[in-house]
């Protein structure tokens, strides 16, 4: 049972708002094949009370030239902690991460967005004190508190059964995501889900994305059904994913074989990846074969597939790497 902690507070009706659970990254993944060194980078976050969302929610933290030139300096230091007057998490994340955000975001041009629903229009708020400028309105804007988030929970609540990861680029926008849909004892499942930006469709299949993400799924279906008529493939690709994880749709490998192999014949990179992870588990009606797994991830890579770090690639187990599984009930 995951327990949501509540850290914002209306002072007049007393309503609590939870800071909302989300996975992400940036990547730099080529839209296209012929590199193969994907990087993911872990992305500073920022606590903000959302305008749009009416809730409370998590922007970019995009720190600035100098902040970047403090943290380098303080990095070289065997012990980095105490100093103040500057935030800790520049401090705390993995050299690479490091140098990938130093490089990229101090020339950002995109502002931050809420990561929920990617507006800018937001308040952040100062986790170091209570008080904040967020007024309820639907309470004559009674003045709403933070409380602080449990210790250790670094705000983040990951527990969920099911998640979304998203994966952005050094702008900010969104590139594709990470499905994972998990079931106790019968299976951990993991899909990619991609709209490619010069795909004629992108919008609507980037709108189906993130209905399927928001758990709005007979939407996305809807979204999806007229692309996927007119043999778009990764509209194709989307429904097949979908099939195999079993969010919106029947909870079947052979329907998700069918689909996921039309896709991919269309040259869906994305869909040559879904299915790799399908044969790696094994799926409803579908039998593990590792062997035909790892020719597929060789395929999508060669396709421009890559949604993992190098290193998957050579496991001999595929779902031990990933921790995903499937047991036929
Ligand atoms: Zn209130
Ligand atoms: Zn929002």
Same mark, same amino acid.
């Given at each position: 049972?995951?327990?949501?902690?509540?850290?914002?507070?209306?002072?007049?009706?007393?309503?609590?708002?939870?800071?909302?659970? &989300?996975? *992400? =990254?940036?990547?730099?993944?080529?839209?296209?094949?012929?590199?193969?060194?994907?990087?993911?980078?872990?992305?500073?976050?920022?606590?903000?009370?959302?305008?749009?969302?009416?809730?409370? =929610?998590?922007?970019?933290? &995009?720190?600035?030239?100098?902040?970047?030139? $403090?943290?380098?300096?303080?990095?070289?230091?065997?012990?980095?902690?105490?100093?103040?007057?500057?935030?800790?998490?520049?401090?705390?994340?993995?050299?690479?991460?490091?140098?990938?955000?130093?490089?990229?975001?101090?020339?950002?041009?995109?502002?931050?967005?809420?990561?929920?629903? /990617?507006?800018?229009?937001?308040?952040?708020?100062?986790?170091?004190?209570?008080? $904040?400028?967020?007024?309820?309105?639907?309470?004559?804007?009674?003045?709403?508190?933070?409380?602080?988030?449990?210790?250790?929970?670094?705000?983040?609540?990951?527990?969920?059964? =099911?998640?979304?990861?998203?994966?952005?680029?050094?702008?900010?926008?969104?590139?594709?995501?990470?499905?994972?849909?998990?079931?106790?004892?019968?299976?951990?499942?993991?899909?990619?889900?991609?709209?490619?930006?010069? #795909?004629?469709?992108?919008?609507?299949?980037?709108?189906?994305?993130?209905?399927? &993400?928001?758990?709005?799924?007979?939407?996305?279906?809807?979204?999806?059904?007229?692309?996927?008529?007119?043999?778009?493939?990764?509209?194709?690709?989307?429904?097949?994913?979908?099939?195999?994880?079993?969010?919106?749709?029947?909870?079947?490998?052979?329907?998700?074989?069918?689909?996921?192999?039309?896709?991919?014949?269309?040259?869906?990179?994305?869909?040559?990846?879904?299915?790799? =992870?399908?044969?790696?588990?094994?799926?409803?009606?579908?039998?593990?074969? &590792?062997?035909? /797994?790892?020719?597929?991830?060789?395929?999508?890579?060669?396709?421009?597939?890559?949604?993992? *770090? #190098? #290193?998957?690639?050579?496991?001999?187990?595929?779902?031990?790497?990933?921790?995903?599984?499937?047991?036929?009930?």
């Amino acid at each position: 049972m995951t327990i949501h902690y509540n850290p914002m507070k209306c002072t007049g009706c007393a309503q609590e708002f939870a800071f909302p659970s &989300i996975g *992400r =990254s940036y990547t730099d993944l080529p839209e296209a094949g012929g590199r193969h060194a994907a990087h993911f980078s872990a992305m500073l976050l920022q606590q903000a009370w959302c305008h749009e969302c009416e809730g409370a =929610s998590w922007v970019e933290r &995009i720190p600035g030239e100098r902040e970047f030139a $403090t943290a380098a300096g303080l990095r070289r230091r065997a012990d980095r902690s105490g100093y103040e007057g500057i935030d800790d998490d520049l401090l705390e994340i993995e050299d690479d991460d490091f140098r990938w955000l130093y490089e990229h975001l101090p020339h950002r041009k995109a502002p931050p967005r809420c990561l929920v629903c /990617a507006s800018t229009h937001f308040t952040p708020i100062d986790a170091t004190q209570r008080q $904040t400028p967020i007024v309820h309105e639907a309470c004559w804007d009674s003045p709403i508190e933070f409380r602080g988030f449990s210790i250790g929970s670094g705000g983040l609540q990951t527990g969920g059964r =099911s998640y979304a990861h998203r994966f952005y680029d050094a702008e900010g926008d969104v590139v594709w995501a990470k499905l994972c849909m998990q079931e106790f004892l019968v299976g951990r499942l993991i899909v990619i889900l991609h709209a490619r930006r010069h #795909d004629p469709a992108h919008a609507t299949l980037a709108a189906a994305i993130d209905l399927v &993400i928001n758990r709005a799924s007979d939407d996305a279906l809807a979204v999806l059904a007229p692309l996927a008529a007119a043999n778009n493939p990764a509209a194709l690709g989307l429904l097949g994913a979908l099939h195999y994880v079993g969010e919106g749709v029947a909870h079947s490998g052979t329907e998700a074989v069918s689909l996921l192999e039309k896709a991919k014949a269309l040259g869906d990179a994305c869909a040559a990846h879904n299915l790799a =992870s399908l044969y790696a588990t094994g799926a409803a009606g579908v039998a593990k074969d &590792i062997a035909r /797994a790892r020719q597929l991830f060789a395929e999508a890579r060669a396709m421009g597939g890559q949604y993992e *770090r #190098d #290193d998957f690639y050579a496991h001999d187990n595929f779902t031990v790497a990933n921790r995903t599984f499937y047991h036929p009930i």
